[in-house]
């Protein structure tokens, strides 16, 4: 079986994202509109993928696409522990809240990851926005400049970390707000690498 390039793994974890938020598969429309691309486009790669033998489709009907078992061990199921503040530190809720399948391809580090609902528009010029999803690799240390997942106290917050002489700062990327300032000692949760959107 021929390996699915980068673009057709994109498409099959679109695929894998809207069967998980939706419980039926989209349309060939859908997929099109989602990358931008003509019905014509997508419809060649779906096609591509059938002769992979990575996805079933029924033919002339609507929403009959199914991923390969096969296809499907591909990707891994990453919980959502609640949410994390764009904007001001807010309580953490490590309540399960459901879980999105990633296809491997697309966490380059191994690893234990965790998902968390973006609240707020602190972050927006990073390009994370209020009702993203952050993927986060669970890590204790990060390097000045990384989005970095912090809990203060009993609250929990994503912003861009630096370690200044005496203290963290936490920035925002949001010129309406101003830095976070806290002790050296402060409790990382780990780094974002990834941000998924509903544009929905």
């Known amino acids: 079986m021929k390996e699915a390039t980068q673009r057709q793994k994109e498409v099959l974890n679109f ?24 019905v014509k486009g997508a419809h060649d790669h779906l096609s591509a993928l059938r002769k992979k033998g990575l996805l079933k489709q029924g033919d002339k009907k609507s929403r009959t696409m199914e991923l390969v078992k096969e296809e499907e061990e591909g990707f891994t199921e990453i919980p959502i522990l609640g949410s994390v503040a764009a904007g001001r530190p807010i309580l953490a809720v490590e309540n399960m809240d459901g879980s999105i399948k990633i296809h491997r391809s697309f966490l380059k580090n191994s690893g234990k990851f965790f998902a968390l609902r973006v609240k707020g528009d602190s972050m927006v010029d990073a390009g994370i926005m209020d009702g993203d999803i952050a993927i986060i690799i669970q890590q204790s240390v990060v390097r000045n400049g990384e989005i970095a997942v912090v809990m203060l106290d009993e609250a929990v917050t994503i912003k861009t970390f630096y370690r200044e002489n005496a203290r963290i700062k936490l920035q925002p990327e949001n010129s309406r707000y101003t830095p976070i300032y806290c002790s050296r000692d402060v409790r990382i949760l780990g780094k974002l690498v990834h941000i998924i959107r509903s544009y929905e």
């Open 15 to 38: 695929i894998a994202l809207y069967i998980n938020d939706h419980t039926y598969p989209p349309t060939i429309r859908e997929v099109a509109d989602f990358f931008s691309i003509s």
